[in-house]
């Protein structure tokens, strides 16, 4: 792990020009010599009204070539979460030989250019030119589904990994940030290409409970038949199999997981888009999910809680220590949602412990979400309650 290729760090006080400046300063020496390629630049609201003075202060004593970032109430540095009165955090990554270039688009110019070719001219990057994308959205004013959906034509197989921006909730407004930019609407997006790749670990909170099933009817977001029985019966004989202890874990905790790629020999933790279970029909043995599921697509029911939410993530953090060994992590980035937490957890800093533990000492730098965004298999999605993890990697050749 190179800490000494990125810094992280937390500013707790309010706007203070001769302030942000020596702290933008002194987080730049702990760098060196070395050139920074990229910053990340999380605010609470508390700074809307002055954000482009703070992110201008940023850019200069903090010599960024590339600066984006968006607001929050909540945000994270090293092994810290800042959860409320969160001041604001900033991360310096230097990153040698990748190849990075960010763009900001809107709801306009998704109506418009919501085809690979206008995507390709918009960004300046063709699909065979990036590794993945880091990216930041207003979920206000951007149909941020309909964008991942046409952002995945257009990058096929390329992962994008970020998170919704929030800010004030009343007044439904948000900041994403590009450079010296403030913007109220759309999304900021940063290609990751030249020598890195931009590794994710999306921990969606749940446990695996129950056999995998295959749906044989479904009717919109109605879910008929599992296996040709009455899905609500299958529903029922699973949660009855399970122990005592786990039966009263799973009340009011249930979920589904839906497989993405049915061409895998064998389902594991990760290979699941989880959605929420809204309602179960016994009169009709319907299951409705907050998702529009396929016949022949393979199914699990889900427990979320703080253990599973802790377990799966332990749990993916360990395998992706295993699968990048030998392998050069030069940061991170940790987009978590606004219900983890210590609403989720009871304890402050959850997430960015386990992550220093798993994988640290790792310069990481990230705020909690409106939604999360990251692939589950070769495609990407909007999440909730979940953990969206970055990794800036570079390979060892």
Same mark, same amino acid.
């Given at each position: ?35 920074? #390629?990229? =910053? &990340? ?9 002055? !954000?482009?003075? $703070? +992110?201008? @202060? ?13 607001? #929050?109430? =909540? &945000? ?9 009165? !969160?001041?604001? $955090? +900033?991360? @310096? ?16 110019? &998704? ?9 390709? !001219? ?276």
């Amino acid at each position: 792990m190179r800490m000494d290729y990125a810094v992280a760090d937390h500013w707790e006080g309010g706007f203070d020009e001769t302030g942000l400046q020596a702290w933008a300063s002194g987080l730049r020496q702990r760098l060196g010599t070395r050139r920074v #390629s990229l =910053g &990340l630049a999380f605010l609470s609201p508390a700074f809307s009204s002055q !954000a482009a003075q $703070v +992110l201008e @202060l940023l850019r200069v004593y903090g010599q960024m070539p590339l600066l984006v970032g968006c607001s #929050s109430p =909540g &945000l994270v540095a090293g092994n810290r979460e800042w959860e409320e009165n !969160a001041g604001l $955090v +900033l991360g @310096l990554y230097s990153l040698p030989g990748a190849d990075l270039r960010a763009c900001h688009f809107t709801q306009e110019q &998704l109506d418009g250019l919501a085809t690979p070719a206008g995507w390709h !001219a918009h960004t300046g990057i063709a699909a065979d030119s990036t590794n993945g994308w880091l990216a930041f959205a207003d979920p206000f004013h951007l149909d941020c589904e309909a964008w991942l959906d046409s952002w995945n034509k257009a990058y096929p197989g390329k992962t994008v990994v970020g998170g919704l921006a929030g800010g004030n909730l009343e007044e439904r407004t948000t900041q994403v940030y590009l450079n010296g930019e403030v913007y109220e609407e759309g999304g900021v997006a940063v290609s990751v290409g030249g020598e890195f790749r931009l590794i994710s670990l999306i921990s969606q909170g749940c446990t695996p409970i129950g056999d995998t099933w295959t749906i044989t009817k479904t009717h919109q977001n109605f879910i008929q038949e599992i296996a040709n029985r009455p899905a609500y019966e299958i529903l029922v004989d699973t949660f009855n199999h399970l122990t005592d202890a786990d039966r009263q874990k799973a009340r009011g905790n249930l979920l589904v997981g839906l497989v993405v790629n049915e061409y895998l020999e064998e389902f594991h933790r990760g290979d699941f888009l989880i959605r929420n279970l809204l309602a179960a029909d016994p009169r009709t043995g319907s299951l409705i999910v907050g998702a529009l599921p396929r016949q022949g697509q393979t199914i699990q029911f889900q427990r979320r809680d703080a253990a599973a939410a802790s377990e799966d993530l332990s749990f993916l953090l360990e395998q992706t220590r295993r699968n990048l060994a030998g392998q050069t992590i030069y940061g991170g980035c940790l987009c978590c949602c606004g219900g983890r937490g210590q609403h989720l957890f009871g304890r402050a800093n959850h997430d960015a412990q386990q992550i220093q533990e798993k994988l640290g000492p790792l310069p990481l730098t990230g705020f909690f979400c409106n939604g999360e965004i990251g692939p589950v298999g070769d495609r990407n999605f909007l999440h909730g309650y979940t953990a969206s993890l970055a990794l800036f990697v570079k390979p060892t050749h």
